[in-house]
T-cell receptor
Framework: GDSVTQMEGPVTLSEEAFLTINCTYT??????LFWYVQYPGEGLQLLLK?????DKGSNKGFEATYRKETTSFHLEKGSVQVSDSAVYFC?????????????FGKGTHLIIQP | GAVVSQHPSRVICKSGTSVKIECRSL??????MFWYRQFPKQSLMLMAT?????????EQGVEKDKFLINHASLTLSTLTVTSAHPEDSSFYIC?????????????FGPGTRLTVL
């Protein structure tokens, strides 16, 4: 079946450091890929998405590129802030644009220290 | 836009009772809503998919008679945990897929923490 694997945390960085959170996936067909963020006490929010190979999703300084050849969708940010502290989930939609449930990774807890 | 609410945010009940959780899309119409369950430090696991006006589709291993789902309108879905037991204690999260969405973007509620004593 479909699956998403992402690095487990917690990941602790200093403010202004460079961030990479790795995410790889297995899926049949051509999935859409997402990064969601969950701030403390809040629900999941869509951070960015990519729907085809070589697409780059970006939002709030975060970026991720859909790499079909390596089945990866790594999340990056050049300079993190304390306010980026949250849990980040990589997810896929196996049917692309269809109405199926998402398959999530286990989440990566990111802690940014001042 | 694309706000989803859940009610209640937290519920504690006795073993054997039933609990209803509401999921509402506040500013969009959700033709499809999803229910997930999240265990501590674990990922979200899809429980069921519900389309407005039709029966829900349950994932393998999820008891449909225990987790009753109703999607009565384009803005409301309910999950009823019947005869709850301590092992049903968990964090339940719903999401809505906007009508006409092209890439299956889902908008999530804040979750409901269920504790069964």
């Amino acid at each position: 079946g479909d699956s998403v694997t992402q690095m487990e945390g917690p990941v602790t960085l200093s403010e202004e450091a460079f961030l990479t959170i790795n995410c790889t996936y297995t899926a049949t067909g051509y999935p859409s890929l997402f990064w969601y963020v969950q701030y403390p006490g809040e629900g999941l929010q869509l951070l960015l998405k990519a729907t085809k190979a070589d697409d780059k999703g970006s939002n709030k300084g975060f970026e991720a590129t859909y790499r079909k050849e390596t089945t990866s969708f790594h999340l990056e940010k050049g300079s993190v802030q304390v306010s980026d502290s949250a849990v980040y989930f990589c997810a896929l939609s196996a049917s692309g644009g269809g109405a199926d449930g998402l398959t999530f990774g286990k989440g990566t807890h990111l802690i940014i220290q001042p | 836009g694309a706000v989803v609410s859940q009610h209640p945010s937290r519920v504690i009940c006795k073993s054997g009772t039933s609990v209803k959780i509401e999921c509402r899309s506040l500013d969009f119409q959700a033709t499809t809503m999803f229910w997930y369950r999240q265990f501590p430090k674990q990922s979200l696991m899809l429980m069921a998919t519900s389309n407005e006006g039709s029966k829900a589709t349950y994932e393998q291993g999820v008891e449909k008679d225990k987790f009753l789902i109703n999607h009565a309108s384009l803005t409301l879905s309910t999950l009823t945990v019947t005869s709850a037991h301590p092992e049903d204690s968990s964090f339940y999260i719903c999401s809505g897929r906007r009508q006409g969405s092209r890439y299956n973007e889902q908008f999530f509620g804040p979750g409901t923490r269920l504790t069964v004593l």
